[in-house]
């Protein structure tokens, strides 16, 4: 397993509020592998994003305290990097696409000096290169009609669409070997979405860059990812292959996820999960899921499960394991 590019093991994320220190992500394992989609998916606040942002060394700096055993991205032991180690990762070896494409691009720059800025600034091309030609076969890669026009128009003359697909082409201008997705397509239509989508597949399966696919919907992760990690309250609660997730779901939040899908094996009466995830300020006792959990039995509102393994690659944290004798 070690030709992983990002190998983080038992990693704690504690960032300073104004209500004190807030420990956000709590002895959390993760890795990826060149060519593979990973999912993380959970309800909002659960540290998804605090969680890829610290693989980019993206989090306040001087209010982040970060602790691992292990924190390897592209072989580089990131626990110690600077600022300036930061820059020099960001864009080549690890890049982002967010949430919102208009906040990611400038609205008083066009497309194309944005770009370029990008194709410089990643050195990714040698001495001599065309950015014009490099900038338009980007786009045309992800799929974007007329490249050559859209060089020349502002972020607002493009769709929602047109313009993640802009974001999605800037953060691959550099080759980056990680491209980490923050929820990239909550933000679009459905048709769009499954376009992007599959622009990401052929990211992974053709340069074989790995992808960090963070999502709140499981039937986005299913669609497009290899393996998943359900997370809760600042902790992975369970991981499998995706098959391993839908059709054998083990932890009782990733069933209450399932559950609440409209399509699919487990599909009810649409219930959502009852209930808040809890404040991180002032987490339960136990396993943190215990207050929501319909099976929560004396143990789980006292000690923090442990992981347990069924089969290969496919983990989950609960005590029903116990039940079952695992
Ligand atoms: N810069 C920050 N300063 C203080 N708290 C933060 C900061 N970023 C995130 N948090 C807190 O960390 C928790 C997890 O947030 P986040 O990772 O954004 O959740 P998710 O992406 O799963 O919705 C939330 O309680 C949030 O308020
Ligand atoms: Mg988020």
Known sequence: ??????????????I????????VIRNQDISLQPGEILGIVGESGCGKSVLVNSLMGLLPYGKTKIKADTFMIDGNDCL?????????????????????????????MTIGEQMYEVIHRTNAYGEDYD??????????KMGLSTPERRLSQYPHELSGGMRQRVCIAMAVAGRPKILICDEPTTALDITTEAQILRLMQTLAVEAGIGIIFISHNLRVIAQICD??????????????????IFNEPRHPYTLGLLLALPQGKWHGELKAVEGQPPDLFDLPRGCAFNPRCKWAMRICGNRIPMVTNVGEGHQFTCWLAKLEGL
């Open 1 to 14: 397993m070690n030709n992983a590019i990002v190998d983080v093991r038992n990693v704690s994320i504690t």
């Open 16 to 23: 300073d509020t104004f209500q004190g220190p807030l420990r």
């Open 80 to 108: 110690e990097f600077t600022e300036d180690d930061w820059n020099e990762l960001r864009g080549t070896t690890v890049a982002m696409v967010f949430q919102d494409p208009m906040t990611s691009l400038n609205p008083i």
């Open 131 to 140: 950015e014009r030609a490099i900038a338009i076969d980007l786009l045309k």
């Open 227 to 244: 393996r998943v990690m359900v997370m809760y309250a600042g902790k992975c609660v369970e991981s499998a292959t995706v098959e391993g």
